[in-house]
């Protein structure tokens, strides 16, 4: 229990909104030292700077205890690091995540969230903490924490297959009009699996991450997304590493859905 508590304490530390509240914590703090030394400063030459200090720092601990709450629960900054979602969205795109219409996340929870607006969609362009199967053994050691942006494909029981680049859900073609391809090479895969079932472990505990890009990328499965879990890609399918080889997102690692483009100037838009 306390080795499970201690893990979720860890890799909350890793995050932008624990770092903030913990330099709250340390400004709140500060600022009562000081308050406490005014109190014996009255009347004294120094007394008038120390309090302008003092008013300073407090100004600054509530606002970043303001944004920390902020980002916990409702808005986060992200920017686009590849271009696996091209041309959807491009590198060195700024734009603001929507983190509470998939539920408020429960502090300390291991990803638990309540009241959520709705659940995440098909077609939903979702930011989450990459799966530690997307990692490399060198990153895993270091405790190297990633967030990715791709898009929802599938939901818990569907079932998915990837014929010829095109994606089929249930057995019906996904009419995606934003994906791109940069390759029009189409390879055919490889199955070194006895059976449907050993193909399914084998892409649930991501092992097609150690596979070459000509094995999965054009063709793969069918599989089905286990409940709680959602099947990602990029919308720029031949330069994106996704849900076809590091296997299928855990929903305690959404974070949240992209909301709008704040920057540049010139491509500021509401995401769809």
């Known amino acids: 229990m306390l080795n499970k508590l201690w893990q979720v304490i860890s890799e909350s530390m890793y995050t932008m909104e624990f770092k903030l509240f913990v330099a709250g914590i340390a400004l709140y703090f500060l600022a009562r030292l000081l308050h406490r030394w005014l109190a014996k400063s009255q009347g004294k030459p120094w007394g008038k700077l120390y309090k302008e200090v003092y008013e300073w720092i407090e100004t600054g601990w509530s606002a970043v205890l303001l944004a920390s709450f902020l980002m916990y629960f409702f808005v986060q900054a992200f920017a686009i690091p590849s271009g696996s979602m091209r041309v959807t969205l491009l590198e060195g795109d700024h734009l603001f995540v929507n983190k509470f ?3 408020f996340h429960i502090p300390f929870s291991g990803g638990k969230r309540f009241w959520p607006a709705r659940e995440v969609k098909r077609g939903d362009i979702i930011i989450f903490q990459c799966p530690p199967e997307a990692l490399t053994l060198e990153e895993r050691e270091r405790g190297v924490r990633k967030d990715f942006i791709k898009r929802c494909v599938a939901v818990g029981g569907d079932v998915v ?7 089929i859900v249930n057995g019906e073609e996904l009419k995606e009009s934003y994906v791109s391809f940069v390759d029009d090479a189409v390879y055919q895969g490889v199955n070194i699996y006895r059976s449907s079932e050993e193909y399914q472990r084998a892409w649930e505990s991501g092992k097609f991450a150690n596979f070459t890009p000509d094995m999965v990328r054009d063709n793969l499965g069918p599989v089905v997304v286990p409940p709680g879990y959602y099947f990602a890609m990029g919308d720029n399918r031949d330069r994106s590493f996704d ?5 299928p997102v855990p929903d305690k690692l959404m974070k949240g859905r992209a909301l709008v ?4 100037l010139s491509r500021i838009r509401v995401i769809k």
């Open 161 to 167: 297959q990837i014929k010829n680049k095109k994606v």
């Open 261 to 264: 483009i704040y920057w540049p």
């Open 101 to 103: 219409i998939y539920g």
């Open 243 to 247: 849900s076809r080889f590091w296997g």
